[in-house]
C-alpha cells in the first residue's frame, strides 16, 4: 500500500500503487545498462526494450508505434501537444491564432493555454460546461463556426479527474474533423479504464498519457501525435525524430509497458468491480450523511472510480486532516494544486458555489481497491464530518494536531 498506509488510501486519481508487473520490469532494467541511442551492444539492446515497449503501448491505444512519443509525464505531453501544435498551426499560417479549451482542464493544459494568450497572442476561448460537467458539443460547434479559419487547437479533456466525468470525446472529435482543426484530449485519467476507440472511429489526434495513473513509476509518460506537426519543446540529441530530445528511461518506459498492459488484461474485472465499490461508497456517505452532495453526476458514462462529494458546513482542509490522522487518504480535488486556498476552477465552471465547493473531497479507488477499504472510510467520515463542522462553527478551519499527524 501507498506511504504505509493498510486500507485507507482514497487518492488514486493523484497516483496508484505500482502493478507488480511494471516493479518487475522497472527493476530488471535498472539492473541493466545502456543508452537506447548508442550503437554498441548495450545500446541495442536498450533500443530492443523501448521499441518493444512502445509497440505494446501503441496496441494497446490502437495507434502506430511511431505516434508514440515519450515524456516524463502528463504535464510535459499536454504542454508539448499544446504549446507545439500552435506553434506548427501559426508558422504555417499566422491567422491559427485561437485555442478553444474546456474550462475543466487539468491546469498542465489550462495555464500553457493561458501562457500562450500572455506570451504568444494566442486568442483564449474557455468552453463552458453544464451542472454535470460536460462540455455540450454544440457549445463547440458554435465556437469553431465562430472562429473559423483562425483555431489552431482544440483541447479537451477524456475524462475529468476531479469528478470523473467522461467527455463526448467521439462528437467533439467529428466536429474538429469537419472544421479541419486537430484536437488534443488529456486522457491521463482514463487510459488503463477504457481501451481507445478503434482505427475507424473518431477520436482526437493529439493524446496525453501517464504512467503512474494506471499502476506504471511516476516520470514516464507520452504524447500520441496522429498525422499533426509539433514544434518540440526540448532541442538536443534530436531522439524520437526530434518531437522530444533526451536520453531515453528505458526503465520507466519498459515499466509503463508493463503496466499499461496489465491493466488492459484486468479490465475486465476491475472496471465492474471498482464501479460497484465508488457506488457502494456513495450510497454509504448518503446514508450515513444525507445532507451530502454528489459534484458531477450519478449518469453514466464516468470513470469507474471517482466519487466527488460536497459536506455542506465543513472545510475540506479540515476534512482531510482528521481523515488523515484516522488513516484515510483522499483529495480536495487535483494533488498537483495541493496547498492552494482556493475552490475548484472545475466546481466553478459547473457552477457549484464557493462554500460547497471549499467543504469537497475526491475519493478515488484503483485496481487494489477492496469493500473492507470502503467499511473503513464510511466508519470514521461521520465523525470526521462532524468535528469538521463543529470547528467551523467555532470560526476555526485548523483542527487541533494530535503527535500521530505531526508530520502535517
Not at 543508452?35 to 494497446?60: F, Q
Not at 491505444?61 to 505531453?77: D, I, N, Q, Y
Not at 467529428?174 to 476507440?197: E, I, K
Request: hydrophobic content about 45%; overall charge negative.
Amino acid at each position: 500500500r501507498m506511504g504505509g498506509v493498510s486500507g485507507g488510501y482514497f487518492d488514486h486519481a493523484a497516483t496508484t500503487p505500482l502493478r507488480p508487473q511494471a516493479r518487475a520490469a522497472l527493476v530488471a532494467e535498472l539492473d541493466a545498462t545502456g543508452n537506447a541511442s548508442s550503437l554498441h551492444a548495450s545500446g541495442r539492446r536498450a533500443r530492443k526494450v523501448v521499441e518493444e515497449s512502445r509497440e505494446s503501448i501503441a496496441a494497446e491505444l490502437g495507434v502506430r508505434p511511431s505516434e508514440v512519443v515519450f515524456t516524463s509525464g502528463g504535464t510535459e505531453a499536454d504542454n508539448l501537444a499544446v504549446k507545439g501544435t500552435y506553434w506548427a498551426r501559426r508558422d504555417a499560417d499566422p491567422e491559427y491564432a485561437t485555442v478553444l479549451v474546456s474550462a475543466i482542464e487539468h491546469h498542465a493544459v489550462l495555464d500553457p493555454v493561458r501562457w500562450l494568450a500572455r506570451s504568444q497572442g494566442a486568442r483564449v476561448v474557455e468552453l463552458p460546461v453544464g451542472p454535470d460537467g460536460c462540455v455540450d458539443p454544440q457549445v463547440l460547434e458554435r465556437e469553431l463556426i465562430a472562429h473559423d479559419g483562425t483555431v489552431a487547437l482544440v483541447s479537451v479533456m477524456s475524462a475529468n479527474n476531479e469528478t470523473g466525468m467522461i467527455q463526448p470525446i467521439e462528437r467533439i472529435s467529428t466536429l474538429c474533423q469537419r472544421f479541419g482543426v486537430p484536437l488534443h484530449s488529456d486522457a491521463v485519467q482514463s487510459v488503463g479504464w477504457y481501451a481507445q476507440p478503434d482505427a475507424a472511429a473518431p477520436r482526437p489526434d493529439l493524446l496525453t498519457v501517464s504512467a503512474h495513473k494506471f499502476g506504471g513509476p511516476i516520470g514516464v509518460g507520452a504524447l500520441v501525435v496522429r498525422g499533426q506537426e509539433v514544434v518540440p519543446l526540448l532541442h538536443g540529441g534530436g531522439q524520437q525524430n526530434d518531437a522530444r530530445s533526451g536520453t531515453l528511461m528505458t526503465a520507466q518506459i519498459a515499466a509503463m509497458a508493463a503496466a499499461l498492459a496489465a491493466a488492459a488484461a484486468d479490465r475486465d474485472r476491475a472496471v465492474p468491480q471498482v464501479a460497484d465499490l465508488r457506488d457502494s461508497l456513495i450510497r454509504g456517505v448518503l446514508e450515513v450523511l444525507p445532507d451530502t452532495r454528489i459534484n458531477g453526476s450519478t449518469a453514466e458514462p464516468r470513470l469507474p472510480n471517482i466519487a466527488a462529494l460536497a459536506f455542506p458546513d465543513a472545510a475540506a482542509d479540515a476534512l482531510l486532516m482528521l481523515l488523515d490522522v484516522a488513516g484515510i487518504e483522499c483529495s480536495a480535488g487535483s494533488a498537483c494544486t495541493a496547498g492552494v486556498s482556493r475552490p475548484s476552477h472545475v466546481l466553478a465552471a459547473m457552477g457549484v458555489s464557493p462554500e460547497l465547493a471549499r467543504g469537497s473531497l475526491r475519493f478515488s479507488l484503483g485496481w487494489d481497491s477492496t469493500a473492507r477499504d470502503v467499511d473503513r472510510l464510511l466508519t470514521v467520515l461521520p465523525d470526521a464530518v462532524a468535528r469538521a463542522r463543529r470547528a467551523q462553527v467555532g470560526g476555526r478551519t485548523a483542527v487541533h494536531r494530535s503527535s500521530r499527524d505531526s508530520r502535517l
